[in-house]
């Protein structure tokens, strides 16, 4: 429950998440999920069974525990978010998919938008005292794009699908010029001057994107690529939903770090991201819930 300030009350009534961080193991990308008679069924022991949680944290974080736990866990279900876009869209550029699957494809880019919030909720000087920091040791210009599952279906986003102007896309278009304008303000709330560290690293550092490089932003978001079938790719996914419910149960969306908050949206500037912040977790389980009926669907099988 919340108060009217929009912080969790009832402290110690909620158990402290473990914020475990484990491997993601997802199929190279473009590789199809491996056959299994398994089902996907619905399971309560992995959903995430708090639809509401505090804005702002009452208990006190470790905050390189709890915000390295989000910025991984964070891109992992981005990256499963984007596998379960490429499974609707695959190579089928010119063929507009059903309208449940945009459905499916507006509310995965609305909850992957949800996951870069949750993900930024870190205070700036943390971030650049340590995150960016072990981004810039994991190799100088590393870059978000040398994500291995983003390029497969990077044209939703950058609106090159032919049938993208289709009124019936109307709603994927909106998610989409969401999803632009969070990305915008966080990269702007985070690196104030503007300069990622592959800008920074422009002179020294080619441009172009290797598998090394792929591999070594696998490695840093304890990615692992190897055959697995859907019911293997669901249920991790679901697991992790129902982690993030937990933390933000407890720790709030905006964590108490020392005693002070850090909100990453506030007032008007925020724009379509303020509508993020009490909808992280609806989001991303209605994200889910679809991404899981594909398979009944037929959708990648």
Same mark, same amino acid.
């Not at 944290?57 to 891109?75: A, K, L, S």
């Not at 049938?163 to 109307?170: K, Y």
């Given at each position: 429950m919340n108060d009217e300030h929009g912080r969790l009350i009832g402290p110690g009534q909620i158990d402290s998440p473990a914020l475990q961080l484990r491997p993601l193991l997802l199929p190279a990308p473009?590789?199809?999920?491996?056959?299994?008679?398994?089902?996907?069924?619905?399971?309560?022991?992995?959903?995430?069974?708090?639809?509401?949680?505090?804005?702002?944290?009452?208990?006190?974080?470790?905050?390189?525990?709890?915000?390295?736990?989000?910025?991984?866990?964070?891109?992992?279900?981005?990256f499963a978010l984007w596998r379960a876009m490429y499974d609707i869209i695959g190579y089928r550029r010119d063929n507009m998919p059903s309208a449940p699957e945009l459905n499916t494809l507006a509310v995965c880019v609305d @909850?992957?938008?949800?996951?870069?919030?949750?993900?930024?909720?870190?205070?700036?000087a943390h971030y650049h005292s340590h995150i960016r920091h072990r981004m810039s040791l994991q190799h100088p210009a590393?870059?978000?794009?040398?994500?291995?599952?983003?390029?497969?279906?990077?044209?939703?986003?950058?609106?090159?699908?032919?049938?993208?102007?289709?009124? $019936?896309? @109307?709603? $994927?278009?909106e998610a989409v010029a969401r999803n632009a304008a969070t990305h915008d303000y966080i990269a702007a709330h985070l690196v104030p001057n503007g300069r990622s560290l592959l800008q920074q690293s422009a002179q020294t550092v080619s441009a172009t994107v290797s598998r090394e490089k792929e591999e070594l932003y696998d490695s840093f978001f304890l990615t692992v690529r190897r055959p697995i079938s859907r019911a293997q790719f669901i249920r991790p996914l679901r697991v992790r939903v129902a982690e993030v419910g937990a933390d933000l149960a407890?720790?709030?969306?905006?964590?108490?770090v020392d005693g002070h908050h850090h909100p990453v949206v506030t007032g008007?500037?925020?724009?379509?991201?303020?509508?993020?912040?009490?909808?992280?977790?609806?989001?991303?389980?209605?994200?889910?819930?679809?991404?899981?009926?594909?398979?009944?669907?037929?959708v990648g099988a």
């Open positions: 473009g590789q199809e999920f491996e056959p299994s008679s398994e089902e996907i069924l619905d399971d309560d022991t992995v959903e995430p069974g708090i639809s509401e949680y505090g804005i702002f944290g009452v208990h006190p974080v470790d905050p390189e525990r709890v915000f390295w736990y989000r910025w991984i866990t964070g891109h992992q279900v981005s @909850a992957y938008s949800a996951m870069l919030l949750y993900s930024s909720t870190v205070p700036r590393f870059s978000g794009t040398w994500a291995p599952d983003y390029r497969p279906v990077r044209h939703i986003f950058r609106g090159k699908l032919p049938w993208r102007d289709n009124p $019936l896309c @109307a709603s $994927l278009a407890h720790n709030g969306l905006y964590p108490n008007p500037s925020g724009g379509s991201t303020m509508t993020l912040v009490p909808r992280v977790l609806s989001t991303l389980d209605e994200a889910t819930r679809l991404v899981a009926g594909q398979q009944l669907q037929g």
